[in-house]
């Protein structure tokens, strides 16, 4: 309770906060209360990828591209009214779905009962691998895995054609404006 | 920054166990938290640490460009490749259980392949990543 508290706090102070440096870091804590909720709710290894990924990276290259940039955020031109009721609305559907999902941590919820207690039961026994996480990853679920680190390969190929391709661009324009 | 003795030599301290505690996640991911995309993030870690400390030359030094962006289409054909092992054993795409006589003994190792490949993109990728946002500006 305390920690989702904290994240509201913090999510408001994004909102208000104009300066982009502060902004980063406020979503850099934010991650880390994020990773600290997720550990209250025994999902370590997701608390570990919140941490190291939303914390860590993101954090940097958050501020590399700062670095590329104006620091602070312009105001508003205009009110956004439009958008404020679509993401109200949007907000209110969602809240209003999980009135209907099974109450929190109940055993015989759905979702436990297709193929979970298979990947819980047998995961040693069929991989050898004890932290069931690991083996749904890799194993079970191996094609979605798959699909994800092909996703990161897409994104970073994509981000580094992108930068380094209009780098090269300039370089190119920068000689060519010599000469002329 | 050149100045920054504390800094320098706290980072020189640190690296080793972050790159160790990165081979721990990684290879224990099996018995506790952890797997090849947390350890290739704390991977790069390191290497963004010292780039920031140390500057971009001496981290290109230990992480040259050139594997890096190698290691970013490695990874995805390491794990795409034990798939297609499976392929051309004669089961399923994916299915593990051909790499070794023992299907459990089998299924571990193709865990222990797909992780690393894993490993071997996410790390790649955030490090060019960094490397691409930090020259940008050249």
């Known amino acids: 309770m305390v920690l989702l508290t904290l994240l509201a706090v913090i999510t408001i102070a994004i909102v208000r906060q104009r300066s982009l440096f502060g902004v980063v870091i406020l979503a850099g804590i934010y991650s880390f209360l994020m990773a600290s909720i997720l ?42 009214l439009i958008p404020l009721c679509l993401s109200l609305v949007t907000g209110v559907a969602l809240v209003w779905g999980t009135l209907v999902l099974p109450p929190f941590g109940t055993a015989d919820a759905p979702i436990h009962k297709h193929v979970v207690p298979r990947y819980l039961t047998q ?27 092909t996703v990161i390969f897409t994104a970073g190929i994509g981000v580094m054609l992108l930068l380094r391709g209009r780098r090269k661009a300039e370089r190119a324009e920068r000689k060519s404006g010599k000469r002329a | ?108 190792l193709g865990i222990f392949l797909v992780e690393v490949g894993v490993l071997i993109t996410v790390a790649g990728t955030m490090t060019a990543l960094f490397y691409a946002f930090v020259e940008r500006e050249r």
């Not at chain 1, 209250?40 to 590329?68: R, Y």
């Not at chain 2, 980072?11 to 224990?28: G, N, R, S």
């Open chain 1, 39 to 80: 550990i209250v709710l025994d999902a370590v290894d997701v608390a570990m990828t919140e941490a190291s990924v939303g914390a860590g990276v993101s954090t940097v290259l958050l501020l590399a591209t700062l670095h590329l940039t104006k620091t602070t955020e312009n105001p508003p031109i205009h009110r956004n």
């Open chain 2, 1 to 108: 920054m050149r100045t920054d003795l504390i800094l320098r030599i706290g980072t020189k301290l640190i690296l080793p166990f972050i790159l160790l505690f990165a081979l721990y996640v990684q290879f224990h991911g099996d018995f506790g938290p952890g797997g090849g995309f947390q350890a290739g993030v704390i991977t790069a870690g390191s290497v963004i640490l010292l780039a920031i400390t140390f500057g971009l030359e001496s981290a290109k030094r230990i992480a040259p460009q050139v594997l890096i962006e190698r290691m970013v289409p490695l990874g995805v054909l390491i794990y795409a490749g034990t798939g297609v092992v499976g392929l051309l054993l004669g089961k399923n795409y994916l299915d593990y259980s051909v790499l070794s006589q023992d299907a459990a003994h089998g299924r571990e």
């Open chain 1, 123 to 149: 995961t040693i026994k069929e991989t050898n691998v004890p932290n069931a996480v690991t083996s749904v990853l890799a194993d079970y679920r191996g094609y979605d895995t798959l699909g994800e680190t």
